[in-house]
């Protein structure tokens, strides 16, 4: 189907949004590739799967899935203009179920990973606490015992949690947490309820600031005593992992992650630019950038 013929098709419907440069759209993408996944899933992945070898199976599986289906992603829902179910549906009816399948893994996203962003903006809001709220212990914990041997912990499932020993006892509620999540959700509508004109804008934060944050991790944890041996064990390669199918299958699952390819949101990005937009280059700059 030809890009004039895409055009013809939709002359009838309603014009649809458009963002508002070429940069937002870039930024957006990189903002949705790159989170917390590059913070602790990867590095977690890496000194799981061999170290430096991880990143051989992790780049074979970047050049096999990860850049073919990012560009199909970007191809289909600039070409098609319209969302995930739509796009799949025009192609042909039976594969309407894609679209469903990605909306479905969207919203289980939507579901848990706003809990976790709670938990980060209710550790920040205590990080300004002096002391530190999880660094001690004092003699009226129920459990001194356990505070003493690990107070960090001790606060997160007591504090912060306030885990109960079975699901049928549901515990309090913690202010703190609920009004990180309802800033959270907040925010989140902001930066959602015009479409790709918020959005747009939203990302010249939400796509910097995780490098801002990379970067300060990283002179944090280099700086840190012993700082030179873990660089050498994380990095130092262990090529018998490579023959383990694990190995490749994580590396693959990271891929998703990564680059956020399979849940949709690609396609819907993809869809509020021209037409004849160059998507080859978009697809190849925010890989690199990932």
């Known amino acids: 189907m030809t890009a004039d013929k895409v055009e013809d098709e939709s002359a009838g419907e309603k014009p649809?949004?458009?963002?508002?440069?070429?940069?937002?759209?870039l930024l957006a993408g990189i903002g949705l590739a790159v989170g917390t996944g590059n913070v602790w899933?990867?590095?977690?992945?890496?000194?799981k799967n061999g170290g430096g070898a991880f990143l051989i199976p992790y780049f074979v599986m970047l050049l096999v899935e990860g850049l073919p289906l990012f560009f199909?992603?970007?191809?289909?829902?600039?070409?098609?203009?319209?969302?995930?179910?739509?796009?799949?549906?025009?192609?042909?009816p039976y594969l309407k179920g894609i679209g469903i399948a990605q909306v479905i893994v969207?919203?289980?996203?939507?579901?848990?990973?706003?809990?976790?962003?709670?938990?980060?903006?209710?550790?920040?809001?205590?990080?300004?606490m002096n002391p530190l709220p999880w660094t001690k212990c004092d003699n009226t914990t129920a459990d001194y015992e356990c505070c003493h041997n690990d107070s960090s912990k001790y606060y997160w499932y007591v504090s912060a949690?306030?885990?109960?020993?079975?699901?049928?006892?549901?515990?309090?509620?913690?202010?703190?947490?609920?009004?990180?999540?309802?800033?959270?959700?907040?925010?989140?509508y902001a930066c959602l309820f015009k479409g790709p004109e918020s959005t747009g804008k939203a990302a010249y934060f939400t796509a910097t600031f995780p490098y801002v944050?990379?970067?300060?991790?990283?002179?944090?944890?280099?700086?840190?005593?012993?700082?030179?041996?873990?660089?050498?064990v994380?990095?130092?390669?262990?090529?018998?992992?490579?023959?383990?199918?694990?190995?490749?299958?994580?590396?693959?699952?990271?891929?998703?992650?990564?680059?956020?390819?399979?849940?949709?949101?690609?396609?819907?990005?993809?869809?509020?630019?021209?037409?004849?937009?160059?998507?080859?280059?978009?697809?190849?700059?925010?890989s690199i950038i990932n």
């Open 16 to 25: 649809r949004a458009r963002w508002g440069s070429h940069i937002e759209f």
């Open 41 to 47: 899933r990867f590095p977690y992945l890496a000194q």
């Open 72 to 92: 199909m992603e970007l191809a289909l829902g600039q070409r098609f203009q319209k969302g995930s179910i739509a796009v799949w549906k025009q192609i042909r």
């Open 106 to 128: 969207s919203f289980n996203m939507v579901v848990y990973y706003p809990i976790v962003m709670t938990w980060c903006g209710y550790y920040f809001y205590l990080s300004f």
């Open 161 to 188: 949690l306030q885990a109960t020993t079975s699901i049928s006892e549901p515990g309090g509620f913690v202010p703190g947490v609920i009004i990180s999540w309802t800033v959270g959700w907040v925010i989140t």
């Open 213 to 232: 944050v990379l970067i300060c991790l990283f002179f944090r944890g280099v700086t840190l005593p012993g700082a030179g041996r873990g660089l050498a």
């Open 234 to 286: 994380f990095f130092t390669p262990d090529f018998a992992k490579l023959i383990d199918p694990n190995v490749w299958v994580d590396a693959a699952g990271q891929i998703f992650f990564s680059l956020s390819v399979g849940f949709g949101s690609l396609i819907c990005f993809a869809s509020y630019n021209p037409v004849k937009n160059n998507c080859v280059k978009d697809a190849s700059f925010i």
